[in-house]
T-cell receptor, first 117, second 111 residues
Framework: AQSVAQPEDQVNVAEGNPLTVKCTYS??????LFWYVQYPNRGLQFLLK??????LVKGSYGFEAEFNKSQTSFHLKKPSALVSDSALYFC???????????????FGKGTKLSVKP | GAGVSQSPSNKVTEKGKDVELRCDPI?????LYWYRQSLGQGLEFLIY????????KSGLPSDRFSAERTGGSVSTLTIQRTQQEDSAVYLC?????????FGPGTRLTVT
């Protein structure tokens, strides 16, 4: 069975400091990994994805994530946090061995990021 | 370009009534998904349409839930005999490649 864990319900960071939002996953085949952000009363916005290739992927708004196969992790990072980054962040996975590039995603519970000035 | 749109944005209904939620995907996207977001349950997959293939209904929580996609574009999610536990935000997404693009959601409240 596929699953995603986001161990932190909330992450607090001071503006200008680096941030990390943690994600670990479990799939039997090749993981397709995604990060989404949700601002209040809005739908989810795609940030970045890992399918294959370089383990460090760069996405929107200066975010990046590193795929670590041995640790089954895909942590989201940003070198310098902004107050406007405050939102709910979701990690998601699907098993790339089934159904090609498209198919439903399994989401983590979400991590609330709070960036204070 | 236009993103995924959903209507209505909010729906309040009485327990036992039927509701229909609409999703207009991004033009040209071949896949369409419905998810449900509720407190304590996070984001749950409901149903997935891909082209002309039979939909993947494996996430539908009960036979009160159904969905159709007409002409490979617009989709309607129908909930019959609504219950209070159906209260949630229903999100629609579409995709052409691996990443999915989400609509703003429909907030359903069952009283």
């Amino acid at each position: 069975a596929q699953s995603v864990a986001q161990p932190e319900d909330q992450v607090n960071v001071a503006e200008g400091n680096p941030l990390t939002v943690k994600c670990t996953y479990s799939v039997s085949g090749n993981p397709y990994l995604f990060w989404y952000v949700q601002y209040p009363n809005r739908g989810l916005q795609f940030l970045l994805k890992y399918i294959t290739g370089d383990n460090l992927v760069k996405g929107s708004y200066g975010f990046e994530a590193e795929f670590n196969k041995s640790q089954t992790s895909f942590h989201l990072k940003k070198p310098s946090a902004l107050v406007s980054d405050s939102a709910l962040y979701f990690c998601a996975v699907r098993d790339g061995n089934y159904g090609g590039s498209q198919g439903n995603l399994i989401f983590g519970k979400g991590t609330k990021l709070s960036v204070k000035p | 370009g236009a993103g995924v749109s959903q209507s209505p944005s909010n729906k309040v209904t009485e327990k036992g009534k039927d509701v229909e939620l609409r999703c207009d995907p991004i033009s040209g996207h071949t896949a369409l998904y419905w998810y449900r977001q509720s407190l304590g349950q996070g984001l749950e997959f409901l149903i997935y349409f891909q082209g002309n293939s039979a939909p993947d209904k494996s996430g539908l929580p009960s036979d009160r839930f159904s969905a159709e996609r007409t002409g490979g574009s617009v989709s309607t999610l129908t909930i019959q005999r609504t219950q209070q536990e159906d209260s949630a935000v229903y999100l629609c997404a579409s995709s052409l490649l691996s990443e999915q693009y989400f609509g703003p959601g429909t907030r359903l409240t069952v009283t």
